[in-house]
């Protein structure tokens, strides 16, 4: 049975990532640290399958996440390709991101969120072995990826690898994920937990007020208070998490929407940024600045009525990848199946009442994006060129 707590912070990250893209809103990666959240649940989750099938969780894990990044790639790639993107071997990485898959002046803001899905394959890849050490070794393991930042930060390891400077950032999560599944968070005394997450909070809060970025204290922007702020939030959001949450489903719209954004998390997380970007044009046309709130809503609102409407069109494929039945809208009743009344049945068979689908998640992620995109108005188009997706959208 799925923890319905879970499933509501997933939800909730979407939700958050996809208004701090809107509106740009610092404060939102602080009362929230949606990524490092997401990757901490994912943790979890992959922590499960791997002792329910061993290694070969790894192709499950891929099957689920691939398809519906297939399916935007088959949108965007041509018309990249039409719009100035170079048709090299490079292109390939859109099928299979290991690195950051190539993009035009255009895509490379509206298809920035990818970074997620590359973390994300790396993850996966590490898991099988770094489940086995954290396991035998549990604190110097989860330790590791935070000391391995620090050492990035403090200038130790100046040309760290994209890769090997994200494992720093938000491995920590997933492996307190890992921590989350084997119960040691739960196990935990109050009396331990709790100071360990006020020591790291104040030493996150210390270091985002004294390293502020571009755009202030935006925890995208500060790597190191990012880690050691979302640590102290999932200690106490995820390490303390309820054994249940029966009052999710109180409200039968609530939970619908819980489920929904659960199982169709990786289509919103992937498309929502292309409207984000579709729709800044209107910040100069209508005048919606970043001080209107009026104008900001209406863009929140925009924004999520047409990922509903693509998550509509080709959100069943998350559930084709996870070998689900497909569904439209996720979490409703399925059908009365049919019984046989002839030979054969037995007398008194009857047709087994229908019965919720239990709520699902997706495996992805969600993850703040930059804030200031949506104020950003996109550039003219100009010579064809190549650019790569950086790790920006957060």
């Given at each position: ?31 929230f ?17 791997l002792?329910?099938s061993?290694?070969?969780a ?16 088959a949108?965007f ?11 090299t ?6 099928a299979?991101p290991?690195?950051?898959?190539p993009?035009?002046?255009w895509g490379?803001?509206a298809l920035?969120?990818?970074w997620?899905?590359?973390?994300y394959?790396?993850?996966v890849?590490?898991?099988p072995?770094?489940?086995w050490?954290?396991?035998r070794?549990?604190?110097?393991t989860?330790l590791?990826?935070?000391a391995l ?6 200038g130790l ?17 997933w492996?307190?994920?890992f921590?989350?599944?084997?119960g040691?968070l739960r ?18 809060a210390?270091?985002?007020?004294t ?5 202030g204290?935006d925890?995208?922007d ?5 880690a050691l ?5 999932i200690?106490v959001?995820?390490g ?8 999710v ?23 929502h940024?292309p409207?984000v970007v ?13 001080q209107?709130p ?10 999520f ?8 069109a080709v959100?069943?494929v ?10 439209l809208?996720?979490?409703?009743a399925?059908p009365e199946?049919r019984?046989r009344?002839?030979a054969?049945?037995g007398?008194?068979?009857?047709a ?5 689908v239990?709520a ?15 104020r950003?108005v996109?550039?003219?188009p100009r ?12």
């Amino acid at each position: 049975m799925r923890n319905r707590y879970l499933d509501l912070l997933r939800a909730l990250a979407i939700v958050r990532v996809v208004v701090y893209h809107v509106t740009g809103w610092a404060t939102l990666t602080l009362v929230f640290p949606a990524m490092s959240v997401m990757f901490a649940l994912a943790g979890s989750l992959m922590a499960a399958s791997l002792d329910r099938s061993g290694p070969p969780a790894v192709g499950r894990r891929l099957r689920r996440l691939l398809p519906s990044l297939w399916v935007l790639a088959a949108v965007f790639v041509p018309a990249m390709l039409l719009t100035g993107l170079p048709l090299t071997p490079k292109v390939l990485l859109w099928a299979f991101p290991v690195a950051d898959p190539p993009a035009n002046y255009w895509g490379a803001l509206a298809l920035s969120v990818i970074w997620y899905l590359r973390d994300y394959l790396w993850f996966v890849f590490a898991s099988p072995v770094a489940l086995w050490l954290f396991r035998r070794a549990p604190w110097p393991t989860l330790l590791a990826p935070y000391a391995l930042l620090a050492t990035i930060e403090f200038g130790l390891f100046p040309a760290a690898p994209t890769v090997l400077r994200e494992f720093g950032l938000y491995f920590g999560a997933w492996l307190l994920g890992f921590a989350h599944h084997d119960g040691l968070l739960r196990r935990t005394a109050n009396r331990v937990l709790v100071p360990a997450a006020l020591a790291l909070g104040v030493a996150g809060a210390a270091w985002i007020a004294t390293h502020p970025g571009p755009r202030g204290y935006d925890l995208n922007d500060i790597p190191l208070g990012n880690a050691l702020w979302s640590a102290a939030f999932i200690l106490v959001a995820i390490g303390r998490a309820p054994a249940s949450a029966a009052w999710v489903d109180r409200s039968a719209v609530a939970g619908r929407a819980v489920t929904v954004l659960n199982r169709r998390a990786l289509t919103v997380y992937l498309w929502h940024m292309p409207f984000v970007v579709a729709l800044t044009p209107l910040v100069d046309v209508v005048g919606w600045s970043h001080q209107d709130p009026v104008g900001l809503a209406i863009r929140v609102v925009l924004v999520f009525a047409l990922v509903g409407a693509v998550t509509a069109a080709v959100g069943w494929v998350e559930d084709v990848a996870a070998r689900r039945p497909p569904e439209l809208f996720p979490g409703g009743a399925r059908p009365e199946p049919r019984t046989r009344t002839g030979a054969g049945a037995g007398a008194g068979t009857g047709a087994a009442a229908g019965r919720p689908v239990p709520a699902g998640g997706s495996p992805v992620p969600v993850s703040p994006a930059p804030a200031g995109y949506d104020r950003a108005v996109l550039p003219a188009p100009r010579a064809p060129e190549e650019h790569t997706l950086k790790l920006s959208a957060r």
